[in-house]
């Protein structure tokens, strides 16, 4: 009977250990092989808190110390922070909703660790070493992160920590794992050393791990937040800012769903892409961060509907050797780089309908980079860049394209190779099209430039062929420097309509050329083969070079202008009837003002 008696006692005091949650007996140090396992994988911190299904053990040293008993895999940080100890977890003295984590958190399969609006704020030490700072992180569990902020802090009580801190804290989580956050903040977390691996940088749902981000802020991190091989991650309404590196990054995850994410003023790029085909992703924003806006690297079947950059200091879309990708809708100011730039190797890319602006010359509205496989440029307008569209590729086209006042509209130089350009229009600047001599196969049809402060079209591309359309330049509609066939184009508005260089051999059909001084110079040795052109100015032909005539081609002086001689008449006419007026005066006394007339004026 004394014995089931000490039983029945020893079994209510296990009862009343286990509801409490607590388990202080000494004799638990020696600790399970997976504890001490699980302390000497994670690089043995100094303090290491393992969350397990229905047990808590903690790890001083690689000693377990103490264990806890939840009696439920679902544990709250409020739970915690109540039953470990405030050197482990706890309130802050007369701020019991604001908790300080002090050790390194694991989080075992089939655990999960919520942290809700019951502590508005936790605090995570940032140790002098590595070993001594704080983290969470997991494999096949669960992070649940509620309105709430989390932010590191420094051992003077300093937060966020310094960049530079060893141990600052980060969040990770593994394969199968789940990470989210609802309207949640997380400040300066992450690490910067040689040893630092990617899962360490600030907020990384890693190779494997799912969850979900929305409504919330990552700020001053080593890296903002960071989807490295995830799967099917939900982001939206996400905003990265002040993060050393990157702001977000998005790079070998599949099926991850983002909209309204935001980056601005980050160390670097604003939202980085890479390792991942057909990814599609709307209404990306980017601000005032030192690298570009959005880069993507190494992408596939990429989409980018609206996405937005304003004064992106590496410029505002970056695409490198990006197959097949769209930029649909893009609205970019920029202030220093490319507004959009394509390089890299077989870049195939076509960007339609942007809205970009250049402030103090910036340069260009578009880079097209030598060496990509081919891109298209269709529709929208592109204004206040040096140049609003620059072209060293080959196999470009751009097409029903506006561009305005930028110093020049399109320049085709380097080695690009079948450019074309349909239906494009350019006003003001000084150089409407400007093409050098390496480039070959560049045809024109249907381009219209006006108020060009210099030249309409500047070419010594070999074999330029342009039809239809309209050019003009305050000094010279059309400069050639080498061969071309022009048909069907109107010149006009300009000193000189046609120059060609030296030795340039060049014909034209159906040419309207209309100039206020010089309608064709041609320079010694060159020659003009003329057909069915009107060629209208006071020094019609001009130069040592030869123009042929061929069809009904007419050389005449050009129209006089009847309505502004007519005006110059009226004028002349009405100076000379005020001078007889006054002639005829002259002796006329002036009218007197009778004196009882008092003047009010």
């Known amino acids: 009977m004394k014995t089931v008696h000490r039983f029945g006692a020893a079994a209510a005091a296990l009862s009343a250990v286990l509801a409490v949650g607590v388990q202080g007996t000494p004799a638990a140090a020696v600790g399970l092989p997976e504890d001490i396992a699980a302390w000497q994988r994670t690089g043995q911190p100094d303090k290491l808190m393992v969350l397990r299904p229905r047990s808590v053990s903690l790890l001083d040293h690689g000693v377990v110390v103490r264990r806890l008993y939840p009696g439920t895999p679902s544990v709250s940080l409020g739970w ?27 989080l075992a399969p089939d655990t999960i660790l919520r942290i809700d609006d019951r502590t508005k704020k936790v605090l995570l ?89 929305t409504g919330t802020t990552f700020e001053d991190n080593h890296t903002g937040l960071r989807l490295a091989g995830s799967k099917d991650v939900s982001l939206k309404n996400i ?26 003023s980050n160390g670097r790029t604003g939202i980085a892409l890479g390792g991942t085909d057909n990814r599609s992703l709307t209404g990306l924003s980017t601000r005032d961060n030192d690298g570009a806006g959005i880069k993507a690297t190494l992408q596939r079947g990429l989409r980018l509907t609206s996405p937005t950059s304003h004064f992106d200091m590496g410029g505002g ?53 030598e060496g990509i496989g081919g891109a298209t440029v269709s529709g929208g307008s592109l204004s206040g860049f040096d140049r609003g569209i620059g072209i060293t590729g080959s196999r470009v086209r751009v097409e029903r394209t506006s561009l305005s006042a930028n110093r020049t509209g399109i320049a085709i130089g380097g080695g690009a ?117 009107r060629v209208r ?30 005006a110059l008449v009226a004028l002349a006419l009405a100076v000379v009837l005020q001078t007889l007026h006054h002639v005829r005066h002259r002796g006329t006394p002036r009218p007197k003002v009778a004196g009882h007339v008092e003047n009010t004026a």
């Not at 905003?239 to 769903?257: N, P, W």
């Open 125 to 213: 030490t940032a140790g002098r070493t590595a070993r001594s700072g704080t983290w969470i992180s997991g494999s096949r569990a669960a992070l649940d992160v509620d309105s709430t902020t989390l932010a590191s802090v420094a051992e003077d009580g300093s937060s966020p920590a310094p960049a530079s801190a060893p141990g600052r804290p980060y969040l990770s989580m593994g394969a199968g794992g789940r990470m989210d956050f609802r309207n949640a903040t997380v400040s300066g977390f992450g690490r910067v050393s040689q040893s630092t691996t990617a899962d360490q940088s600030g907020v990384t749902w890693a190779r494997g791990s799912t969850g979900s981000a």
């Open 239 to 264: 905003t990265a800012t002040g993060a050393t590196e990157d702001g977000i990054v998005l790079k070998g995850d599949s099926g991850t769903k983002a909209s309204g994410l935001v980056a601005e």
């Open 417 to 533: 190779d079948r450019v074309a350009l349909r239906d494009v229009r350019v006003d003001g600047g000084e150089t409407g099209v400007l093409v050098s001599g390496a480039t070959r196969h560049i045809t024109l049809n249907g381009v219209r430039v006006s108020e060009a402060s210099r030249k309409g079209l500047a070419s010594s591309s070999p074999g330029l062929r342009v039809t239809g359309g309209a050019l003009s330049g305050g000094t010279t509609a059309v400069d050639l420097g080498a061969a071309a066939r022009l048909e069907n184009v109107s010149i006009g508005s300009s000193h000189r309509g046609m120059h060609l260089a030296e030795g340039v051999r060049a014909s034209g059909k159906s040419l309207d050329i209309l100039a206020e001084r010089q309608g064709i110079d041609a320079d010694a040795r060159s020659l003009l083969d003329l057909t069915d052109s």
């Open 80 to 106: 915690l922070a109540a039953n470990a100890g405030r050197e482990w977890i706890g309130s802050e003295p007369g701020r019991p909703s604001t908790v300080r984590i002090r050790t390194a958190m694991l």
């Open 537 to 566: 100015a006071p020094v019609a032909l001009d130069g040592d070079g030869e123009v042929k005539r061929h069809g009904k081609t007419e050389i005449t002086m050009p129209p006089f202008p009847w309505l502004g001689f007519a």
């Open 317 to 369: 879309i970056d695409l490198t050797s990006c197959r097949q990708c769209v930029v649909h809708k893009a609205t970019v100011e920029s202030s220093s780089r490319a507004a959009v730039r394509v390089s890299g190797g077989d870049s195939t890319v076509s960007v339609k309908d942007p809205e970009l602006t250049g402030h103090n010359g910036s340069e260009p509205g578009i880079l097209l980079a």
